[in-house]
């Protein structure tokens, strides 16, 4: 490597490093207790909860959609949810259809009695503020889109460190940590080695997180390119007043889909579905499909079926990096290690920030006379 | 020169890639897979340190 492209790789290595250090800090730290978020809600509200009638014959979901908005009367419902292993339905509502997530209300239900679920929330606000923090610093969208940017540069930076691992490394074995040598060279081996062994997970916890940053552009753009058929054909039909049977509508799309699994409802208006049609999304019923998602359409008017909708490959790579960013799909032992590269990546960071303050204060600047002297084993 | 320094670093990113996407593929035998092979970058950061020069 000539001087020139290594002074030009260093120079790409230090700035995007040191654009994103303190973002990368924080996002580390608060990821740390969001990797076990459910352990820690499990832990926090240990009482089991049980359904009224254990077996019983189950309320529609029609019946417990009018004792939510029966709680919440001045709201619309936004989105209804099933509970995998118990017969609870959550009902998320809202002041309007396009309520943003702060305005949003959450209650479960007890499918058998209709009953309100009370609600786990113990260590709840310490976890939301986290998962806020750390999503979008509480600035909404363009909070979103910001740590995605810093999630890029976080990328180019482990890119640019790969190059320039070389030419530092020319002359040493893999592995070599010089602790008998200067704080500097002993933090220089250290930020080598972890930065190299992690850097496969760091790439793809930095992708999968950027594109998390886009979940809502890339759920827009789906329902323009893929609904607009939709929209166009009721475009004068103004907002459904009366809605046609839920349960009928579900049943519809799960009919319509038999190897899928039901997921979630998102109702007329909101983000997820047109003015009209109750989109009723549905997952594979496999390890790796149950990640992707399938929405089958159902007008609320007529309780129509207007079809299964496959979604687009933008959107399954959305669906796809929500696992791999969060390292929740293989057991608590895939948890740990997640928690254990997230604290490499500290390392990474911290002796990075420190090669860079001592830096400053030495007299040789230039990349290669630095590699000269730090090459020696 | 490159594939020497590299030799190392390109067993451990592939073992990690091949760990993180087995998990996605299945469950049981396949998470097992998935441990031992994202559990790679750690072994060698350890063995690095107990190997390190006093």
Redo the contacts between chains.
Sequence with gaps: MSPATLRKWSLIHTWTSLVCTLFLFMLCLTGLPLIFHDEIDAALNPEAWTPARAGGELLSLDAILARALAERPQEVPLFMSFDEHRPVVNVTTGPSPDAPAAAMHFASYDRTSGAPVPSADRGEAVMHFLLQLHTDMFLGLPGMLFLGAMGLLFVLAVVSG?VL??PF??RLR???????RSARLQWLDWHN??G??????ML?VGLTGTINTLADPITELWKRRELADLVAAHRDAGVVLERASLEAAVAAAVAAAPDRVLQFVAFPGGAFSTARHYAIFLHGA???TS?LLTPALVDAATGELAGVREMPWYFQALA?SR??HFGD???L??KL?WA??TA?TLVVLGSGLYLWVVRRGSAVSDPAARIALATDA | MSLRVFAAPAAIAIASLFGLLIALLGDGWHDVLAWIALASPLVAAVWAWLRRRV
């Design positions: 790969v691992y070389a490394m020319r893999f592995g070599t940590v010089r602790a008998h080695l972890t190299i062994v992690a850097l496969a997970w793809v496999t390890p790796l990640h796809l696992p791999l799909y293989g057991g032992p895939l290690l254990a590269l490499i």
